[in-house]
């Protein structure tokens, strides 16, 4: 299993597409953040935070992050790789794992160049170093939490097509339901108690949740819930290759 996550990484950092990834990631998040004027400019703003890096991820993430993972099983089973892959001593759901973690890893990678935005803030408050450290802390986990839930699908979406272009619209599309559609239908919806439901089975209401740096377990149960339903279902359709 290592050796395969080991393989991954390797295939991400030796390929012009992580670098890609990452580079169009840090791109658009410090054009919005330093440069586009408007309610994400944080010189605009007059407050020292960072709450537009954690308003804007979420929507860049649902582009780059199905990028990513649209090649994981897609090109695997469109080669025939993936029967060769699942010869060797390790199951199926260490497979899945192992490409699952390489996204994760990936997503984590991007994620801490972003830190360099924390210093700057931290020196340009005033007084220098008046900002709420523990909110951004708290922030930062539900944003590695949401692009894990991404990845998840992605690797989802990944496994039921050998077309990565197929993989990718999946993909997006899974990403976009999950995050604001069950909202939008609790919002539809005109029974109370059917509304309030609706509204946490979707990834926006756990995520800005978190993003207020407020660590609740019932939002960290529910992404690592997404992550296991996703993986586990990715895990069905490998095997079903056997059936």
Known sequence: MFALLKKEINSFLNSLIGYI?????LLTIGLFMWVFPGEFNIMDSGYANIDSLFS??????????????????????????????????????QVVVAKYLSGVILVLISLLPTLVYCLT???????????????????YVGLLLLGAGFVAIGLFA??????????FIIAFFLCLVCYTGFEMASSISKVPYLSNILFNLGIHAHYISMSRGVIDTRDVVYFLSLIFIFLFSTRTVIESRKW
Request: no cysteine; glycine share 6%; proline share 6%.
């Open 56 to 93: 804007i991820t979420p929507w860049v993430y649902m582009l780059l992050v199905p990028a990513v993972t649209m090649r994981l099983f897609s090109e695997e089973k469109k080669t025939g790789t993936i029967e060769l892959l699942l010869t060797r001593p390790i199951t199926e759901m």
């Open 158 to 167: 990944s496994s039921i097509s050998d077309n990565q272009v197929v993989s």
């Open 121 to 139: 803030i931290y020196s340009v408050s005033f007084p220098a170093g008046n900002i709420d450290t523990g909110s951004i802390i708290g922030s």
């Open 21 to 25: 990834v990452i580079a169009v990631f």
